[in-house]
Each structure stands twice: as structure tokens, then as C-alpha cells.
């Protein structure tokens, strides 16, 4: 394969609404009735606590892509400023994220389509053959319009998301219209209160809605005027998809019939509804919103789909850069400026990830790639304080105000996610990335792969006290531990692994030059490692 360049085609409306389709997605479908049933008429703040934790973990990120633009900047960053070991352990976790995700979203797909095609269908809601045949060409779908350009990919994204925003503003219109303000009066108890707050934030998928954010870091590479368009589009993808999730909940919780509610209550809800907003216009008596809804519901997951697997491509592009894959996969075809060979290996994966149910251990991790997703996040906050403190003249087009605050709580927000998320996922996802940090450690045998592992130690004692922690709290736990005792825990070892992370860095991180991505530049008097 020829190296070429990535193509800086992508301007700010673009990674906007990279970042809003991602948003998007199916999640807006489930979301509400979920979050109801954990928190009930709590649920605003659930949404609202979520979109904080995010914008903190985002506005961190706004400042490294802005200053160090690099595609699939959350997989390189910790490499720069501490090495293989940290960067393939981190590497292994977006390699789960992203490429279950596409997988995840044609599967969602398919199960939408069963309404006018059952035959896509088992009475389980699994694929047949045809509707497993169904998946695959959908992905080949999304590769095709991934694989001849990136400006194609990015105007056909922008066209969808156009059109994933129409839905969901008209049923919050139509649904504000029956808005019984009585219905928030009435609690959750599954577990309610503060607690279904928090186990709403991974439980009921909303800080999985707000993942989004990262696409404009994936694709600084192809973005034009990074250190502007990064910052300012991550926070609007942000902002704009709290403003319509927030409104979404209410106009959701307001318009449930009072018979309905009366019965079964918010937890209940979901043995009445199995697809939230379809059922609910159904049960309004609103026969052509369930239709454009069910409509919405096919075309929204396959957007989110097909950013993803572009997404996944530019993880496997960075991952090759850092050295961890084929060279092959590094490389960037001269014509289209897209990277051919790590976007045939994110297609094969998100089929991977789409086989039938009888392969339970590869399925089984489904349940844990909003976990996946936080922990590409949580070096992020360490790498930023590193080059803040290893390179002060870097030139940061995008400077981070009270950076001293907000990048540490950025890294206890990252672990109190992954905590809330329960034991059922950790227990699958700690143990892999345990297990990839010990296997390549085993590897380092000469003086650079054993500073490597000399640097990379703090998080491995991270991964494991989560691990213990996690089995010894209330979220899914044993309950040895309960709150607020393990919520004071957490914060604890997230601010002690935060400062042993940042010192156990490079003395000056190693940003490679690279032909085909932005210049990093430097103030007088600072000079940087390269490799």
C-alpha cells in the first residue's frame, strides 16, 4: 500500500456533527425509559451530572488535540508521554470500544427493521440467517462509504445527522403536549434516589449518549484548523445533545398515561414498552409517530454505525503508528487519504462482534463497552498534566482554565464511571486489560521496554484496585463496602494514581514527526523528544 496523507477535509460543522451523530444513536431510544426507571423524576439530574463528568473529560481532551492533533489521539497520548506498554494497554481497551460499537448499532438496526421485515428475526429478538446476512452487508455498506474518501464520508454524515435531528424534536413537541406535571411526583424505587442517579449513568446508558464527544479527536487528523475546530466542537456536540436529551426525558416522563403509570410504575415500565417512544405514541393513540419513529429508530443506530466504524479505523491507524500493529495498518492510501488497511480490519471486526449468540464469551463483552470507551479516556487527564508540566512552552492554542481542578476531577469522574458501571461488567473488563499490561510486560526485555514497564506500573495497580473495589461495593458487589465509604475510596485512588501517573512519565514525552499530521509547535525554549 502507498503512504499518502490524511486529508484535511473536515471543517467545524463536520466534527460537530461527528460528534452529535455518534450522540445520536440508539441511545436516545432506550435512554429515558431506563434512566425513569432507575431514578424516576431524579433522572434530570442523572443527565445533567452525566454531561458535567463528560464536558470535564472533554474539555481535557479539547486542549491535548488542540495542541498535539493526532488521528486517534486517546490510543497516542499515553504513548507519547509514557511509552508502549501504557499505550497498548490502552490501545486494547478503544479496540473494544469501537469496534464492538458498529456491531452493536447494525444489530440495533436489524431488530428495528423487524417491524416490517420479522423475518430478520427469532422470536428472541436474535438474527436468523437472513437477518445476520442483513448486518454483514450493512457494514459493507459503511465501509464502502468510508473506503473512497473521507470528504464523502463526512457530507454523508452530515446529510444523516441533518435528518436524526428531525425525530426526535418533533416527539419531544408532540409529547410536551400531554405533559402531566403529576407524573414526576411519582418516585422510583429500582433503586431510586441518589444511588439510581448514579447507577443511571452506566445502567441507563446515558453517559454511553454522551461518548460522542471523542470523534472530533479521532479525526484531528483529517481536520481543518484543529487547535480552533476541536475545543469548540466537542463543546457544542455536547451541548447541543444534553439541551435535546434533557428535553427528551421530561417530554417522555410527562406524557406516560396515569393508568399506565399508576400500574406498573417507572420501573415497570419496561415490561410495557419495548420500544419506548413507538409504544408510547401507540399508546396515545398517535398511529403516524409510531411509524416516523420506527423510521428514526433504523436510520439513527445506522448513522451512529457507520461514524463508528470509520472511528474504529482511525483507533487501528493510531494503534499501527504506535507500533503495535502491522506497519501496514499505518499506512494511508495516497488517493483518498483514507487509511485502507486499519478500515478492512475494523470491518472484520465489527462482523466479529455481530456473530450469532452461541459465541457467549465474545458477546458477553458487549455489556461492557461503555466501561471500554472511559477507560481509553482516563490517561487523558494524565498525559495533558504531563505535557503541562514536562513541556510548558507547548503551544496550546486551546488553554484549559483552572486545568489544576478540572483535569483531576476529569480522572475521578473517569473512575467513578467505570465503578457505576457494576461489577458485572469490571469483572469482564479489568481482568482483560490485566491481562494484556501482564503479556506485554513479559515481552520487555530490553532497557527501553523495561522503563516502559517502569512507567506503566501505576496503572496496573490501578486496574487492580478498581477490581477489588469493585467486588466489595454496592454497585453489583458484594456490599462489603457501602456509600459514601466507597465513593471517598475511589477519589482517593483516583488522586493517588492521577500524581503517580504524571510522575512516572517521560522526563519529555516523545511525539514522533509525521509527515502526513499538523505540526506541533513549540515557544522558544522548549524542546521535545522525537522518535
Known amino acids: 500500500m ?3 496523507k490524511l486529508k484535511k477535509k473536515l471543517g467545524l460543522l463536520d466534527l460537530t456533527l461527528l460528534g452529535i451523530g455518534s450522540m445520536i444513536g440508539s441511545g436516545w431510544l432506550y435512554a429515558a425509559l431506563r434512566s425513569s426507571g432507575f431514578a424516576g423524576a431524579w433522572s434530570g439530574y442523572a443527565w445533567a451530572l452525566g454531561a458535567i463528568m463528560v464536558l470535564f473529560i472533554g474539555l481535557v481532551f479539547a486542549e491535548l488535540g488542540a495542541s498535539v492533533p493526532r488521528a486517534g489521539g486517546f490510543v497516542r497520548y499515553p504513548n507519547f508521554t509514557h511509552g508502549n506498554l501504557v499505550g497498548f494497554v490502552i490501545g486494547v481497551s478503544a479496540l473494544l470500544a469501537y469496534t464492538s460499537t458498529a456491531g452493536v448499532e447494525v444489530e440495533a438496526v436489524r431488530q428495528y427493521a423487524m417491524y416490517w421485515w420479522p423475518a430478520l428475526g427469532q422470536s428472541d429478538g436474535s438474527p436468523t440467517d437472513l437477518g445476520f446476512f442483513m448486518q454483514i452487508l450493512l457494514l459493507v455498506f459503511f465501509f464502502a462509504l468510508n473506503y473512497w474518501s473521507v470528504n464523502v464520508f463526512g457530507r454523508i454524515n452530515t446529510i444523516v445527522t441533518a435528518i436524526k435531528f428531525i425525530v426526535p424534536i418533533v416527539a419531544i413537541v408532540i409529547f410536551f403536549g400531554y405533559f402531566k406535571s403529576a407524573n414526576l411526583q411519582v418516585p422510583a424505587t429500582h433503586p431510586g434516589g441518589v444511588h439510581g442517579v448514579f447507577a443511571s449513568l452506566t445502567g441507563a446508558g446515558i453517559v454511553f449518549a454522551y461518548l460522542g464527544f471523542r470523534q472530533a479527536v479521532d479525526f484531528a487528523g483529517e481536520a481543518k484548523n484543529p487547535q480552533r475546530n476541536i475545543p469548540i466542537a466537542i463543546m457544542l456536540a455536547l451541548g447541543a445533545s444534553f439541551v435535546i436529551y434533557i428535553l427528551l426525558q421530561f417530554s417522555f416522563m410527562g406524557a406516560v398515561p396515569s393508568d399506565l403509570l399508576k400500574a406498573h410504575g417507572w420501573h415497570g415500565l419496561a415490561n410495557v414498552f419495548n420500544s419506548p417512544y413507538a409504544d408510547l405514541a401507540r399508546s396515545l393513540g398517535l398511529a403516524w409517530l409510531v411509524n416516523l419513529i420506527l423510521v428514526d429508530a433504523v436510520i439513527s443506530p445506522a448513522g451512529t454505525g457507520n ?20 506497519k501496514a495498518l499505518g499506512k494511508v492510501d495516497v488517493k483518498s487519504g483514507v487509511p485502507r488497511g486499519a478500515l478492512w480490519l475494523s470491518l472484520i471486526l465489527a462482523i466479529a462482534w455481530t456473530l450469532p449468540s452461541e459465541f457467549q464469551v465474545w458477546g458477553g463483552l458487549i455489556a461492557a463497552v461503555t466501561s471500554a470507551n472511559v477507560l481509553t479516556y482516563m490517561p487523558g487527564p494524565v498525559s495533558a498534566a504531563v505535557f503541562r508540566k514536562r513541556l510548558p512552552n507547548l503551544k496550546r492554542p486551546f488553554v484549559l482554565p483552572a486545568f489544576a481542578i478540572i483535569s483531576p476531577l476529569a480522572f475521578i469522574a473517569s473512575t467513578l464511571l467505570i465503578y457505576w458501571s457494576s461489577w458485572g461488567v469490571d469483572e469482564l ?8 499490561w501482564v503479556g506485554y510486560a513479559l515481552f520487555a526485555k530490553n532497557d527501553q521496554g523495561k522503563g516502559d514497564v517502569k512507567r506503566a506500573v501505576w496503572l496496573l495497580v490501578y486496574y487492580i484496585a478498581l477490581f477489588i473495589l469493585s467486588y466489595a461495593g454496592n454497585f453489583g458487589g458484594k456490599g462489603y463496602v457501602s456509600s459514601p465509604v466507597d465513593i471517598i475510596i475511589l477519589v482517593i485512588i483516583s488522586l493517588v494514581t492521577y500524581f503517580w501517573g504524571i510522575a512516572s512519565s517521560y522526563e519529555t514525552p516523545v511525539i514522533p514527526e509525521e509527515e502526513d499530521e499538523h505540526q506541533v509547535e513549540y515557544h522558544e525554549g522548549t524542546e521535545a523528544k522525537t522518535a
Not at 307 to 326: D, P, V
Open 429 to 436: 473488563l479489568l481482568p482483560v486489560l490485566m491481562l494484556a
Open 307 to 326: 461514524i463508528y466504524l470509520a472511528g474504529a479505523s482511525r483507533i487501528l491507524f493510531a494503534w499501527a503508528k504506535n507500533g503495535h500493529l502491522f
Open 2 to 4: 502507498a503512504d499518502g
